[in-house]
């Protein structure tokens, strides 16, 4: 299997300035709830922080630096969260130290703020990829983030009746229109809407048409449907599984069937190429 070498994301950003501009544009990738109107250089008294975002689950602080998350980072963090009065407080660099780790943790137990630290990873691609290191248990999150309660949709397949691949945490009411995992640099969903639901795979980078071309030569068109949709920041596929969605709840067993049996053909192809 050709595995992509990891690269440092100084070889892909000039300044960590620029990370942040990128990731301010691409918060969702760090799945730590739903944000936007995201600032970068956030006024905060004398100081700055990198990003400050608001949206449904409150106010976000992230900070970000290149290689190895340092204590001067990580003390900023804390300042900025608690003088913005975030919900959400998130690190992300290339890798922690253990003190740190635990430290993170005890903060989760004993705050009403969301902490996090994220690392952050790149292949020889210039894709990234976003991996919770540290994040709050689910039962000691603050209650106004389920107010709205979880999924019922997605339940079954989070709990496990359907396989290990797609399991996981429960997903919120807010957020249930997909459930992700990522694969070889490629982030992969399961999608529903009102009256449809897909499979999907998004690609990122500099180069990311010709990553999807790539990949898309795992699937001929002779033995699956799809469909192309690129903007500056992203490259799309979208494999379409049945014209029912979530209005059509009579029909969410088999809706789950398909959408489970066709991500995890997906992603075993990509999972067993050298592409």
């Known amino acids: 299997m050709n595995l992509q ?44 922080a990198d990003i400050v975002a608001v949206g449904e689950d409150g106010t976000l602080v992230v900070e970000n630096q290149f290689g190895k998350a340092d204590w001067d980072h990580w003390g900023r963090l804390e300042a900025y969260a608690r003088l913005k009065e975030a919900d959400v ?6 890798d922690f130290e253990d003190l740190m780790i635990v430290t993170c943790r005890l903060r989760d137990e004993d705050s009403t703020i969301d902490w996090y ?21 689910i039962d000691i999150q603050i209650e106004k983030r389920v107010e709205g309660g979880y999924s019922e949709f997605w339940a079954p397949i989070r709990n496990g009746e359907f396989g290990e691949l797609f399991a996981g945490k429960p997903v919120l009411i807010h957020n249930e229109g997909w459930i992700s ?3 070889r640099g490629v982030n992969m969903s399961l999608n529903i809407l009102k009256h449809s639901c897909s499979v999907r795979l998004n ?23 799809y469909e192309y ?19 059509d709840p009579e029909h969410w067993p088999e809706i789950r069937e398909k959408l489970v049996a066709m991500g995890t053909d997906i992603y075993n192809k990509i999972n067993e190429s050298e592409a």
């Open 5 to 48: 070498q990891r690269i440092p994301l100084s070889d892909i950003y000039k300044r960590e300035e620029d990370f942040s501009a990128d990731l301010a544009d691409n918060l969702d990738a760090l799945s730590v709830g739903s944000f936007e109107d995201a600032e970068i250089e956030s006024n905060v008294g004398t100081r700055r």
């Open 117 to 137: 630290l994220i690392q952050a990873q790149a292949n020889s691609h210039k894709e990234l990829s976003f991996h919770h290191v540290v994040g709050p248990a």
């Open 89 to 94: 407080a998130v690190l992300v660099a290339e």
């Open 203 to 225: 690609f990122t980078g500099e180069n990311k048409v010709e990553r999807r071309d790539e990949i898309m030569q795992l699937f001929p068109e002779a033995d699956y449907k």
């Open 181 to 183: 995992k990522g694969i």
């Open 229 to 247: 949709r690129v903007s500056p920041k992203e490259a799309n596929v979208i494999f379409p599984a049945l014209d029912k969605g979530k209005k």
